[in-house]
T-cell receptor, first 113, second 115 residues
């Protein structure tokens, strides 16, 4: 059983397209996140949801919109994709209030051409 | 705000030797947690070890131990008896702030184990 699963694993798309990445966790965690890992391997938080409510919204272009239909799912929708959006996107989840059990998905490699 | 500094972009170690990966942190919160993650070439983030700011003893998990020096704000990862499979990127991360569970990562250290 995959604890935090992301789909798709790879995504190649043209500039200007709109795409979504899905994330689901079966750990019963209350908080979910999106992180972006750039070409230099630097990982940075983008968004965080706690029980379907947005709690962290870092400085990210508003072309990126997270959506959490329930606490087990956090999807990332990206409009008008740009070359600079190429990166690996990681979903993660954590239980509250302890940081134990912070778990990452396997990542989605997005390539914009 | 919190910050993690990893000053070693790359490290080499001979197989079966021990290696220390450096990590220093900065936070104004008295309560925080420090994590180390391994990212092999396959890309997934693998949790290695966790140290809480109030933990009295250094954390250990198998061949991994965390050398936690609170006064110096350092949380170095020690890998004993290195194996070829330890070749990977290693990230130090900090979590701090009540109600905020985001992790702030360092830039990582690429470890290469030489046979």
């Amino acid at each position: 059983d995959t604890a935090v699963s992301q789909t798709p694993k790879y995504l190649v798309t043209q500039m200007g397209n709109d795409k979504s990445i899905k994330c689901e966790q079966n750990l019963g965690h209350d908080t979910m996140y999106w992180y972006k890992q750039d070409s230099k391997k630097f990982l940075k938080i983008m968004f965080s949801y706690n029980n379907k409510e947005l709690i962290i919204n870092e400085t990210v272009p508003n072309r990126f919109s997270p959506k959490s239909p329930d606490k087990a799912h956090l999807n990332l929708h990206i409009n008008s994709l740009e070359l600079g959006d190429s990166a690996v996107y990681f979903c993660a989840s954590s239980p509250d209030p302890t940081p134990y059990g912070y778990t990452f998905g396997s990542g989605t490699r997005l390539t914009v051409v | 705000a919190q910050k993690i500094t990893q000053t070693q972009p790359g490290m080499f170690v001979q197989e079966k030797e021990a290696v220390t990966l450096d990590c220093t942190y900065d936070t104004s919160d008295p309560s925080y947690g420090l994590f180390w993650y391994k990212q092999p070439s396959s890309g997934e983030m693998i949790f290695l070890i966790y140290q809480g700011s109030y933990d009295q003893q250094n954390a250990t998990e198998g061949r991994y131990s965390l050398n936690f020096q609170k006064a110096r704000k350092s949380a170095n990862l020690v890998i004993s008896a290195s194996q070829l499979g330890d070749s990977a990127m290693y990230f130090c991360a900090i979590y701090s702030g009540a109600g905020s569970y985001q992790l702030t990562f360092g830039k990582g250290t690429k470890l290469s184990v030489i046979p």
